[in-house]
């Protein structure tokens, strides 16, 4: 096992939270992302998968310090040593560990300014942080460009020539620019059709070969996070109810969560059809309950469940909050 | 209560037939075939799915069949005959466009739900407002009897307390619950035919499966059609009966749901199935991706569209003629590699 590049403690993440004053009690507001602690090797891809409102994207935006947050540690550790506490860091060494630590977004369209020219994209952070222009910096960007499979004459036009497939590459370059060690990718081939998702997929493998790259990578789609993932996270209002290794968490789910999100999951093989046993019935969700996140959607829930939180325990290699882990 | 199926169509007369079909939009750029030159019937009781990625034309073909198509879209050729429960045969690609005619059909007989439920329910009217306001158009019901049945619906699509969402705005309901009142709304006239444009894309996968089982499930009772249009081989092979894989304004491949998985013939479609990760089966290697990207619609491929990505491009064939659809076993495909005669005369 290597070495941990990202220890992430407790973290949690409320939004609307108020002090209090003469008239009011202080309140807790809502809670995104709920004390959750994990840790990313380096060299692996950590997938953290979950449906929209679990907290998997504010999650990724607090590791960032887009979000700060709101109690909790999160530590990342370079290759050249010196452990950095991103929570509450200030913004100087923020905009160091930001080389370092890189985002890929799921939009290719919202998060490539379209009044730039593709050299000045992909190649802003060295403008800023190394100061390159001219021909140092077009060399450096045609590098970039190579590295994720554009030709290099496409940097004088802007993001709107592009197709989807195309504007996620540039995305891709402008997230390696820096040499980072650690990229979150957020949804980064959700917005892509089959045959450019597959491309992109390929590419980012290539490169994490390549750049000795760790993945952090954020997505709802099963299919994909099982392809590329070393670990999995599975993410549920906030809360990491299960992880585990790949091969485990696909094989041998524990917490029923992630069974019922498994068997969710239409199959392209039109002879498992009607493998889904019962019939899924919508829920009213609710406030989160006082004891497990899952309990209200939960067919085991007991009293139990509904008044007390589950502990994190160990079944089969996987770490899994659920009363009755290992017993259902 | 009317919720019971009212029509008796048999499997052997298509409730739709579409031939030669062409959409172009007269763009400033130029000609865009966004449908060039589609066959398609649509058989009563079956779910038939158009499966094609993003800019195949696989939405503007469902949008002509209800004349919907905005501009600088319109239909250039081709026809597009309905066979009316009374024997009548309309043909919707002729149609005068906002006719007597064609809204008697729209909405009644062919009913459309969307990805997004906002583009088909209005913001600042109740959910029940909107589902009698459809109701008392095609039907001649009192205001009280269509509440009624609007609530019924609300409660069959498996919305928890319908009558008091009938007095909801859909800003106050979720996103799955969303898709369900919308699919109330376009249920409420008993369509003989649902189209569905991508229903399911924007949703969770936990609501999705359920509102995959809701349509499978009216389909039979209401014994309607269903044309689901998607990019997902997953919601594909759970719920389709026939698939029309598309590519750039053309059908490639028309198949069985069995067929097209066990034994896909155009390359096309191969190469699609082989590019999506699959939970249990795909390891960490490489994907067997399509190489290239889908060609600017303004600069179409002359001959084969396919054949600027095939990797059984035949040079002086596939670049010169266009292959026509052919049957082949129990499906059809428009490749050259299944036509022996064309290849002998290269």
């Known amino acids: 096992m290597s070495e941990a590049i990202l220890e992430v403690k407790d973290l949690t993440m409320s939004f609307g939270d108020t002090k209090g004053g003469w008239f009011s009690k202080p309140m807790q507001g809502f809670v995104a992302v709920d004390a959750v602690s994990f840790e990313v090797r380096r060299g692996e891809t950590f997938g953290i998968v979950g449906e929209s409102g679990s907290g998997k994207t504010t999650l990724g935006r607090c590791i960032l310090r887009v979000l700060d947050p709101s109690s909790g540690s999160i530590r990342f550790l370079p290759k050249e040593g010196g452990a950095v506490e991103l929570a509450g860091a200030p913004i100087d060494q923020l905009r160091q560990v930001w080389r370092k630590v890189r985002m890929i977004f799921q939009d290719p369209q919202a998060s490539l300014n379209p009044r730039l020219r593709v050299i000045d994209v992909v190649g802003q952070a060295l403008q800023k942080t190394e100061g390159l222009k001219g021909k140092a910096l077009a060399d450096r960007v045609a590098g970039l460009l190579e590295n994720v499979g554009l030709r290099k004459e496409f940097m004088h036009r802007y993001p709107n020539a592009f197709s989807g497939g195309q504007r996620q590459r540039l995305g891709i370059a402008r997230a390696l620019s820096t040499h980072p060690e650690l990229v979150v990718a957020d949804e980064a081939v959700s917005a892509l059709d089959v045959s450019i998702q597959a491309q992109t997929l390929n590419l980012l493998q290539d490169l994490q070969e390549e750049f000795a790259l760790t993945f952090l990578f954020i997505a709802h789609d099963l299919a994909v996070v099982e392809h590329i993932c070393d670990r999995v996270a599975v993410m549920y209002r906030g809360q990491f109810v299960e992880v585990a290794d790949t091969k485990t968490l696909f094989e041998n789910p524990q917490h029923p969560y992630t069974r019922a999100l498994l068997q969710a999951v239409p199959v392209a093989d039109p002879r498992q059809r009607g493998r889904r046993r019962g019939k899924a019935e919508p829920v009213d969700v609710g406030a989160a309950p006082k004891g497990c996140r899952f309990s209200t959607r939960c067919p085991h829930a007991t009293d139990l469940c509904r008044q007390t939180r589950p502990p994190a325990r160990r079944i089969g290699g996987a770490d899994v909050l659920c009363h009755y882990a290992g017993e259902i | ?346």
Request: proline share 6%; hydrophobic share 40%; with cysteine.
């Open chain 2, 1 to 346: 209560m009317p919720l019971t199926p009212m029509h008796n169509d048999t499997q052997d007369t298509p409730l739709v037939e579409i031939k030669g079909l062409k959409t172009h939009f007269f763009t400033d750029d130029g000609l865009v075939k966004a449908v060039e030159g589609v066959d398609l019937d649509i058989l009563p009781n079956r779910t038939l799915c158009l499966l094609g990625e993003s800019g195949c034309g696989k939405s503007i073909m469902a949008r002509s069949i209800l004349r919907i198509v905005d501009a600088p879209g319109r239909i250039t050729g081709g026809s597009i005959l309905y066979h009316a429960a009374d024997g009548r045969t309309v043909d919707l690609a002729r149609a005068r466009s906002g006719s007597k005619e064609l809204r008697a059909i729209r909405g009644s007989d062919i009913a459309m739900i969307f990805q997004e439920p906002m583009s088909s329910l209005g913001p600042i009217q109740k959910i029940g407002k909107q589902i009698t306001e459809t109701i008392r158009l095609h039907r001649d019901v009192t205001k009280a009897e269509a509440r009624e049945e609007a609530i019924d619906m609300l409660a069959r699509v498996g919305i928890p307390r319908p009558a008091e969402r009938f007095e909801a705005y859909p800003f106050e309901l979720s996103g799955g619950m969303r898709q369900r009142a919308m699919i109330a709304m376009a249920l409420s006239c008993q369509p003989r035919l649902l189209i569905a444009d991508e229903p399911t894309t924007a949703l969770d996968v936990t609501t999705q499966a359920q509102i995959l089982d809701l349509i499978a499930e009216l389909k039979d009772e209401f014994k309607m059609a269903v044309m689901l249009i998607t990019h997902d081989l997953g919601v594909v092979a759970e719920v389709a009966d026939d698939v029309a894989v598309m590519y750039m304004g053309k059908i490639v491949e028309k198949s069985d749901v069995y067929g097209l998985f066990e034994n896909p013939q155009h390359p096309y479609t191969r190469a699609l199935l082989d590019s999506v990760p699959r939970i249990g089966v795909t390891t960490r290697d490489r994907l067997p991706a399509i190489r290239g990207m889908v060609p600017h619609p303004l600069a179409r491929p002359s001959g084969c569209t396919f054949r600027t990505r095939c990797d059984h491009f035949m040079p002086g064939l596939c670049d010169l003629r266009e292959p026509q659809l052919k049957s082949q076993g129990d499906g059809q495909v428009a490749c050259f590699l299944h036509e022996e005669e064309a290849r002998a005369d290269v």
